[in-house]
């Protein structure tokens, strides 16, 4: 399965994921609370750079190159952000907005970068298990998440092969033609799935 | 009734049994392959994700409190990293861009639909599947995310509503899109809705004299 991990031996690599999850959200929480003012955009603009480059992503400039493609990858957020502010409300709001929002949206993906999957979903359910007087069952929510995450794939694989057997009976790309077919492999999957877990124990 | 007692280890309570769980399991990962390339059709080099329809049957097969809980499942996998939104996009930081409140939207959204696809708890019927659609899968969503989008942006309610018209075309024939398929579910593969529906009372015929 593919995530946004990339591994690394940085401080923010090694920091433990329920500390570090409240670390970039408080960042992210401060950044995002900015006035929209020209020097909160300078300051969002420091903050992020100075985020990735102390992160120790990796050696040299391998922080802000990652800083780079993160802020590529948003490119469209920054673009609509900036225009419409420009039409509606003056370059000021329309620079420190979106200056505020790109270094609150990258800042948080450093959590995702440093983070392994298994390590946050231990993490939420070490933070919810003080929830449990309260009914609520965390094993069964992490349970939940994780069948989750490994049906992700396998639907995936039978969604391509629904599309392959479209495609060789010559049907177009029309969603209506594929979803309905999916849904019904998918819900099949669902069947077999509860079935497997009542077997292994799970009611 | 609320998520905490769907999800209870408590005997008295009713909780996440393990098809239900499969279920809901299933249309978490049924939106987010929705997602991924080769999804969605292209239009005028603008790509239309299939998503949100994954999201208005969610609502109307699951119902309305399985329908919202795949959609936080969905929605928690996000958060942790993994980028199942349309164009590979994840991670905590969605939920602080603009979008974030359509994202949240997604599970009331869901649940309105739900309540009212099977309201009565009745077999779904055409013209209640689509005013759940344009209500939980379109007005709900942007009940929700156009006042956290103008408060993301800090672009008056007014402005941001009117930059979000734009994609109104596009959810309304997804609803309608989303309504077809559940009617087509419904006729086709009504094991679907893992439910019994309340039946008319039919006439009972006089026997024969």
Same mark, same amino acid.
């Given at each position: 399965?593919?995530?946004?991990? #990339?591994?690394?031996?940085? *401080?923010?690599?090694?920091?433990?994921?329920?500390?570090?999850?409240?670390?970039?959200?408080?960042?992210?929480?401060?950044?995002?609370?900015?006035?929209?003012? *020209?020097?909160? =955009?300078?300051?969002?603009?420091?903050?992020?750079?100075?985020?990735?480059?102390?992160?120790?992503?990796?050696?040299?400039?391998?922080?802000?190159?990652?800083?780079?493609?993160?802020?590529?990858?948003?490119? *469209?957020?920054?673009?609509?952000?900036?225009?419409?502010?420009?039409?509606?409300?003056?370059?000021?709001?329309?620079?420190?907005?979106? =200056?505020?929002?790109?270094?609150?949206?990258?800042?948080?993906?450093?959590?995702?970068?440093?983070?392994?999957?298994?390590?946050?979903?231990?993490?939420?359910?070490?933070?919810?298990?003080?929830?449990?007087?309260?009914?609520?069952?965390?094993?069964?929510?992490?349970?939940?998440?994780?069948?989750?995450?490994?049906?992700?794939?396998?639907?995936?694989?039978?969604?391509?092969?629904?599309?392959? =057997?479209?495609?060789?009976?010559? =049907?177009?790309?029309?969603?209506?033609?594929?979803?309905?077919?999916?849904?019904?492999?998918?819900? #099949?999957?669902?069947?077999?799935?509860?079935?497997?877990?009542?077997?292994?124990?799970?009611? | 009734?609320?998520?905490?007692?769907?999800?209870?280890?408590?005997?008295?309570?009713?909780?996440?049994?393990?098809?239900?769980?499969?279920?809901?399991?299933?249309?978490?990962?049924?939106?987010?392959?929705?997602?991924?390339?080769?999804?969605?059709?292209?239009?005028?080099?603008?790509?239309?994700?299939?998503?949100?329809?994954?999201?208005?049957?969610?609502?109307?097969?699951?119902? $309305?409190?399985?329908?919202?809980?795949?959609?936080?499942?969905?929605?928690?996998?996000? @958060?942790?990293?993994?980028?199942?939104?349309?164009?590979?996009?994840?991670?905590?930081?969605?939920?602080?861009?603009?979008?974030?409140?359509?994202?949240?939207?997604?599970?009331?959204?869901?649940?309105?639909?739900?309540?009212?696809?099977?309201?009565?708890?009745?077999?779904?019927?055409?013209?209640?599947?689509?005013?759940?659609?344009?209500?939980?899968?379109?007005?709900?969503?942007?009940?929700?995310?156009?006042?956290?989008?103008?408060?993301?942006?800090?672009?008056?309610?007014?402005?941001?509503?009117?930059?979000?018209? @734009?994609?109104? $075309?596009?959810?309304?024939?997804?609803?309608?899109?989303?309504?077809?398929?559940?009617?087509?579910?419904?006729?086709?593969?009504?094991?679907?809705?893992?439910?019994?529906?309340?039946? +008319? +009372?039919?006439?009972?015929?006089? $026997?024969?004299?």
């Amino acid at each position: 399965m593919l995530t946004l991990y #990339k591994p690394g031996s940085g *401080w923010l690599h090694r920091m433990p994921a329920g500390p570090k999850l409240l670390l970039v959200l408080s960042v992210v929480l401060g950044v995002s609370l900015l006035p929209s003012h *020209w020097f909160s =955009a300078g300051l969002a603009a420091a903050v992020g750079i100075l985020g990735y480059a102390v992160a120790g992503l990796g050696p040299g400039l391998h922080g802000i190159k990652e800083l780079g493609r993160q802020v590529f990858a948003i490119r *469209w957020v920054i673009v609509i952000t900036v225009v419409s502010q420009l039409i509606f409300m003056g370059p000021e709001p329309a620079v420190a907005n979106a =200056a505020r929002v790109t270094a609150a949206i990258v800042l948080a993906a450093l959590l995702a970068l440093t983070t392994r999957v298994t390590a946050l979903l231990d993490a939420i359910e070490a933070g919810l298990r003080p929830l449990e007087r309260l009914g609520l069952d965390p094993q069964r929510i992490a349970l939940l998440l994780t069948v989750t995450i490994s049906t992700i794939p396998v639907l995936g694989r039978r969604a391509s092969e629904v599309r392959d =057997a479209q495609w060789a009976r010559g =049907a177009r790309n029309n969603p209506r033609t594929f979803v309905v077919p999916f849904l019904i492999v998918a819900l #099949k999957h669902a069947d077999e799935l509860g079935d497997a877990l009542t077997a292994r124990g799970v009611r | 009734m609320t998520k905490h007692s769907l999800l209870s280890n408590l005997p008295a309570k009713r909780r996440l049994d393990a098809t239900s769980l499969a279920r809901v399991a299933i249309f978490a990962a049924i939106v987010a392959v929705m997602g991924m390339p080769g999804g969605f059709a292209v239009a005028g080099g603008v790509s239309i994700t299939l998503q949100t329809l994954g999201v208005m049957i969610a609502g109307a097969v699951l119902g $309305p409190r399985l329908g919202a809980l795949s959609m936080t499942v969905l929605m928690a996998l996000v @958060a942790i990293g993994l980028p199942l939104l349309a164009g590979g996009r994840g991670g905590i930081g969605v939920f602080f861009g603009p979008s974030a409140g359509y994202l949240v939207g997604w599970i009331l959204g869901a649940f309105v639909i739900g309540l009212v696809v099977h309201a009565g708890g009745r077999k779904p019927v055409l013209w209640r599947t689509l005013v759940g659609m344009l209500l939980g899968g379109i007005l709900v969503i942007y009940a929700v995310g156009v006042p956290v989008q103008s408060m993301v942006t800090r672009l008056p309610l007014g402005e941001t509503a009117v930059l979000s018209l @734009a994609f109104i $075309p596009g959810d309304l024939i997804k609803a309608v899109t989303a309504a077809l398929i559940v009617m087509t579910l419904v006729r086709a593969y009504p094991r679907a809705f893992n439910r019994v529906w309340a039946t +008319k +009372k039919t006439p009972v015929l006089e $026997p024969a004299k």
